[in-house]
């Protein structure tokens, strides 16, 4: 399969991503990882972002990118898209929230990013 993608393809990837990551399985597991995280920013990323690596995997291979390195091409991919389009923008911005940690405005993180 070329690995290029047009833009409706590229937000039906994304709603795909949603749908996978808010199933129950899939989201129990993602918030059992935040709870066993606690407020540690390192814990957080080393315990929920693989899950949701994981899943975007998944998804993404039934469009054509195999791997993590499907994951990596077509992420840049998305990238492209998602300067000029707002759809994009904001379906990628809800899957960032489920692997950045929360930032409380009153304290520092634990590490810088």
Same mark, same amino acid.
Do not use: C, W
């Given at each position: 399969? $070329?690995?290029? &993608? /047009?833009?409706?393809?590229?937000? =039906?990837?994304?709603?795909? #991503? ?8 899939? $989201?129990?597991? &993602? /918030?059992?990882?935040?709870?066993? =995280?606690?407020?540690?920013? #390192? ?11 994981? &899943? ?58």
């Amino acid at each position: 399969m $070329s690995h290029s &993608i /047009n833009l409706e393809t590229t937000r =039906s990837i994304l709603i795909d #991503i949603l749908k996978a990551i808010t199933l129950p399985e899939n $989201s129990k597991r &993602i /918030n059992d990882a935040k709870s066993a =995280s606690g407020k540690e920013t #390192i814990k957080f990323f080393q315990n929920v972002f693989p899950i949701v690596m994981e &899943i975007q995997m998944q998804v993404v291979t039934k469009y054509g990118f195999a791997g993590r390195e499907g994951l990596v091409l077509y992420e840049q991919l998305v990238r492209e898209f998602e300067n000029t389009d707002q759809e994009i923008a904001r379906l990628r911005e809800q899957i960032r929230q489920n692997y950045l940690p929360p930032m409380s405005s009153g304290s520092s993180p634990d590490i810088l990013i």
